[in-house]
């Protein structure tokens, strides 16, 4: 189609919705061998394709693949960008989780290590692209465990305890920004900038939340040192307040119903799963309520 031709990032992104992901890979692949054999291989156009068709490599599964795109991307950036650069950092983001799906831990930590750093430099000790990695740095340590438990199970239990660190700092920060000082208030500018970091913020907790829930079903397979049952059950809860709360509802519910109703499943299940946890007081109220929302958001979407 003429369309394709001039604008290839839209196409390709309509070919995927309408499932069609081969033929956005070749339309993709197609547009970045042109580009490069026009001397074009670092521009931002060639370095955007390359990364839709690293989505759409993941997607398919094909990581060995998406991972040396991902290098690639990140090569590229470096020389053009340096690291003190969000584009950057976003870039060793992406490749640090397809490593963690590949099994390459260290990379993957030392990456995210760097990320963290640059971005603190660059924005702020709690800006919520910062607690973004400190999830990704939560989930990484659980995989670890996993990892190490094989060597020495004697290293279970402080990667438990660094986790857990992780996932409260990335709550600490991301609450800080759902519910602002009127100082920190007076930080952003701009109602799109508030709205973007609600957002933003919002996905990031959702996150850190459902990793509560797996810190507490990882100690169970180790045999760990109890947690409190409290904190699944006030991951819970928190989840469900984000539904319910006035100023959250809209965003969750429209914008962010994926990333919500992962989190919600998520945490149910480890609930579900576990009688000293399931059988806690007011569990069940927790649990019916959670059963309400999920009702509630399929009707919601019926209706658009």
Sequence with gaps: PRLCKYNVPSCQEVLSQQGK?????????ESIRILE????????????????????????????EAENL???????LEL??????????????????????????????????????????????DHFEVAGILVHLARLTLLKITSDIKVNNDLSTPHLVKAKQLVNDSIRITEGILNPSR????????????EREKIGAIVVLLQALEVVGLLEAARKRIQAPAFDYQHVEQALRRCISLYNEPHTRNVVSKALRQHY????????????????????????????????????????????
């Design 80 to 125: 053009s960008k340096g690291w003190n650069s969000l584009d950057t950092t976003a870039a060793a983001e992406t490749l640090s989780v397809t490593l963690q799906n590949i099994g390459n831990l260290k990379e993957s930590e030392e990456l995210l290590e760097r990320c963290l750093t640059v971005r603190r430099k660059i924005l702020s000790e």
């Design 183 to 194: 100082e920190n208030r007076k930080k952003l500018n701009s109602t799109f900038a508030m």
């Design 70 to 76: 991902q290098r690639k991307i990140l090569h590229n």
């Design 261 to 304: 109703l992962k989190c919600l499943h998520s945490l149910t299940l480890i609930v579900q799963h576990d009688p000293d946890i399931s059988d806690a007081p007011q569990m069940q109220g927790l649990l019916g309520e959670s059963q309400r929302i999920v009702k509630l958001l399929g009707e919601e979407n019926n209706t658009k």
């Design 37 to 64: 054999e026009a001397g074009l291989g670092e521009s931002p156009a060639c370095i955007q394709r390359m990364k839709f068709l690293s989505l759409e490599l993941v997607k398919s599964k094909q990581l060995a």
């Design 21 to 29: 992901g081969k033929d956005a890979e070749a339309l993709i692949r």
